[in-house]
């Protein structure tokens, strides 16, 4: 179980399930031979067979007597790599289901909600869950998004609320819109006692996109919004040294946006 301390908060990575893509499906406008740079600075994103490594993953906060939520991966039907194990890495890390005090999405694709809703019933059965609004609308539209039913639990219950601007859940946690790779993806932003950490969901899904910021997944809604975004963010966080923690980098996904030999790459911590 591998997790960073940000001030007087933590974040515990949760590795769901790893998977694989072909490079040219996942990336369709990225000719093959401009990933060769990136091989050796970051092996960990490229199988034996030359596929896109990646993982779902979430991340569990504690700060402030709470514990937060922040995806959660590609539930027990799995995507390619068998099924999750979020459940059983939430119990290693001395964490129940109903001891979840806030459940954030940072969009609502099914590799990030396949947990949110289990047997039938918000998983997390205390918490406030929060969402896009702009995401919501989509679901059941094909693609990557789950039906509405798939997600309805949440909103029968009472315990969805729909997010369309920056909002502060906590004195220390705080939701940030950063559209692109869907209409209301949103990252969060933990700042304690001084230290700053962001979970950014699929505002990039490879490490090198943090220097390449016009490379988009194929997945991205909106590939010139997406570019606008991970510019915008990505300078802001090279200058700040905030921890950075990515959902589809090799476990754990935590580290910083540094120079080095005139890139800016993903260092990991």
């Known amino acids: 179980m591998s997790s960073v301390k ?3 908060a933590e974040i515990v990575s949760l590795l769901d399930a790893p998977f694989a893509f072909p490079y040219s499906a996942a990336y ?3 000719p093959a031979d401009k990933w060769e740079p990136y091989k050796a600075i970051y092996p960990k994103s490229w199988d034996s067979s030359g596929n896109w490594q990646t993982n779902a993953q979430a991340f569990l906060i504690r ?6 939520l922040v995806d959660t991966g590609v539930g027990p039907g799995g995507m390619g790599g068998g099924p999750g194990k979020l ?11 109903g001891s ?18 289990h047997e039938g019933k918000p998983l997390a059965s205390k918490a406030r869950y929060y969402a896009p609004e702009a995401d919501w609308n989509l679901l059941g539209s094909g693609g990557v998004f789950p ?8 909103m029968e219950a009472g315990k969805l609320e729909l997010v369309s601007s920056e909002k502060s859940l906590t004195p220390e946690v705080t939701i940030l819109p950063t559209p692109g790779h869907t209409a209301g993806h949103q990252s969060v932003i933990l700042a304690s006692a001084g230290q700053r950490a962001i979970i950014l969901g699929d505002l990039f899904n490879h490490p090198a996109q943090v220097h390449e910021t016009t490379w988009n997944a194929g997945f991205d809604a909106n590939p010139e919004q997406a570019v606008a975004t991970r510019s915008r963010i990505f300078d802001r966080l090279e200058q700040d040294g905030s921890v950075v923690a990515a959902g589809h980098y090799p476990h754990p996904g935590f580290g910083r946006l540094v120079r080095e030999g005139g890139r ?3 260092k990991e911590l």
């Open 100 to 117: 979840i005090d806030l459940v954030i999405l940072t969009h609502l694709h099914g590799d990030h909600t396949g947990w949110a809703v």
């Open 63 to 68: 700060s402030a007597g709470q514990t937060i």
């Open 87 to 97: 459940l059983e890495q939430m119990k290693s890390a001395g964490i129940e289901p």
């Open 28 to 30: 369709p406008g990225v």
């Open 264 to 266: 800016r790459i993903f």
């Open 147 to 154: 039906p509405k039913e798939a997600l309805a639990p949440l």
């Open 6 to 8: 940000v001030g007087n």
